[in-house]
């Protein structure tokens, strides 16, 4: 992104919010060390984090995402939304101003946002509390399905591919992608479904190892076939993926 860029959405917060240069010097003087440390909302150490980053959500994504954006953080850490404030102009004023003093959080801010939207904007992402429905009597493991993968470090920020894509027999090959952004770490199974299954309703248990801690979990993937698609995915599995991972088990049902 270049500044004129960045200049272009910092103008566009300030004047929808009617910050002012005059507020943003007051706020520098009072919260010198709150701006410095911006970064560390995303650590969401209490309910004031939760409302920086509502904050966030209003200032950077697309309208018809806030709301999706702000209820998925609160699901995916548990937390009692009736105990998050809406951000006021305080806080927004301090947000913006972090926004544009410290280049680390602005950067975060642009990843997490980014990556918030493209959750959402995936039709064939299943809710991640969908896996508990199916019976798992239904689903039949895939011969030779498992694998391991190790997640190397790389300069580009957010989500991405990591490891290979590995062949799952005639249903096609899968994936993985990880992100290891402070606040933002976790992993999306995708399939490339081969043409045969694109028009079929077919599910996919994947059942996976984070080498870094040991926890094990499960992921469902879905493709309907009133909604055809060449490449279905998983919701984000909050995971610590910096060692990577090992896939223990892959089924199916068809």
């Not at 697309?62 to 102009?89: G, H, T």
């Not at 972090?98 to 975060?108: T, V």
Request: net charge negative; aromatic share 10%.
């Amino acid at each position: 992104m270049t500044n004129k860029e960045k200049f272009k959405i910092l103008d566009g917060i300030k004047l929808a919010n009617n910050i002012f240069p005059i507020d943003e010097q007051d706020c520098r003087e009072e919260n010198a060390a709150k701006i410095a440390d911006m970064e560390k909302i995303f650590d969401l150490r209490d309910r004031w984090d939760y409302s920086c980053l509502f904050a966030l959500a209003e200032f950077m994504a697309d309208d018809n995402k806030v709301e999706a954006i702000k209820n998925n953080l609160i699901e995916e850490n548990s937390y009692d939304r009736n105990q998050v404030p809406e951000p006021d102009w305080n806080t927004k004023l301090l947000v913006s101003t972090a926004l544009e003093d410290n280049p680390l959080f602005f950067s975060m801010a642009v990843n997490w946002i980014a990556v918030c939207e493209y959750r959402i904007s995936k039709a064939s992402v299943v809710p991640e509390n969908q896996n508990v429905t199916y019976n798992p009597d239904a689903f039949k493991e895939i011969d030779d399905s498992s694998y391991k993968e190790n997640y190397l470090a790389a300069g580009k920020a957010g989500f991405k591919k990591f490891g290979s894509e590995h062949s799952i027999g005639k249903y096609g090959k899968i994936g993985q992608e990880g992100c290891t952004d402070k606040g933002l770490e976790g992993i999306i199974f995708y399939i490339l479904l081969s043409e045969e299954y694109q028009n079929k309703d077919v599910s996919f248990k994947i059942e996976f190892t984070t080498l870094a801690d040991g926890k094990e979990d499960t992921v469902i993937l879905n493709n309907k076939s009133a909604d055809p698609k060449k490449k279905i995915q998983s919701g984000k599995r909050k995971a610590d993926i910096s060692k990577g991972i090992r896939v223990t088990k892959i089924s199916v049902k068809e």
